[in-house]
């Protein structure tokens, strides 16, 4: 199965063409109802919102990360470590392990559905109110737009390291130490990066500087009114509906 992140997917659905600046206000939403309710009716009905937005965006099934057995792992030894403290202490470290699961698939979906592009521009309109207090509002849109964009290159440069030294001999990986092996592969990835940001930083100063993450002409329109609404209208039922239960 096929992962994909912090990359586009490459269909054509009602949630893509929504504002980025939408996704991330609704994202912002979610969160706070997460975080004031940290229920399991809420994360239940979190969870099939989300696979709703899913549907409705068209993303294949494979899309979706597989996640890794240690971490299934490091939650069943959480879970087994709370349960000294009684079995409500180990229900809610497995209640906040679900949260934080929520919340990164919540944040994958702007990524599976938002180019790249258009998080920087989305970032310096929301920001816009705080340029009055002289903050560096699009400065901070240039380093997130930059953060982004260089994941799927570290991403693949890792890959790439990973699978070099799993072609050298393996008498020689034996001979040598554990910490050493770990150094060598540090030391590997810090120059790849530093070669990668070089040529990033020439290719933007070739297109014009850094000034360009930040114009896009991209703004919301009705219909993300519209998918605003239906948040918010979610927001409110699920503290409805989680304070009457």
């Not at 934080?100 to 979906?109: D, I, T």
């Not at 290159?153 to 008498?171: F, G, M, N, Q, T």
């Not at 290719?203 to 360009?212: F, H, K, L, S, Y």
């Amino acid at each position: 199965m096929s992962m994909v992140l912090f990359r586009q997917v490459p269909v054509t659905s009602p949630v893509h063409s929504l504002w980025a600046g939408t996704k991330m206000i609704s994202v912002f939403l979610l969160s706070v109802v997460l975080m004031l309710r940290p229920s399991w009716l809420t994360i239940g009905i979190m969870v099939v919102f989300l696979v709703a937005i899913g549907i409705a965006a068209r993303l294949p099934l494979n899309t979706v990360p597989r996640v890794p057995w240690a971490l299934w792992a490091l939650a069943a030894v959480g879970a087994l470590l709370s349960l000294p403290a009684g079995t409500a202490a180990a229900l809610a470290f497995l209640q906040a392990f679900a949260l934080g699961l929520v919340l990164v698939a919540a944040s994958f979906v702007i990524a599976w559905t938002t180019p790249m592009s258009e998080i920087a521009p989305a970032l310096s309109t929301l920001g816009a109110p705080l340029r009055k207090l002289r903050l560096p509002v699009d400065e901070w849109a240039v380093v997130v737009a930059l953060m982004l964009r260089s994941l799927p290159l570290l991403l693949d440069e890792i890959r790439v390291l990973r699978a070099a030294r799993k072609l050298r001999p393996k008498d020689r990986l034996l001979e040598r130490a554990a910490d050493a092996a770990l150094i060598d592969i540090l030391t590997a990835a810090m120059a790849v990066a530093n070669r990668r940001a070089g040529e990033l930083g020439e290719a933007i100063t070739a297109r014009g500087g850094t000034g360009q993450l930040t114009a896009h002409p991209s703004a919301p329109t009705r219909r993300d009114a519209y998918a605003l609404a239906v948040v918010v209208a979610v927001c409110a039922g699920i503290l409805l509906l989680d304070w009457v239960i």
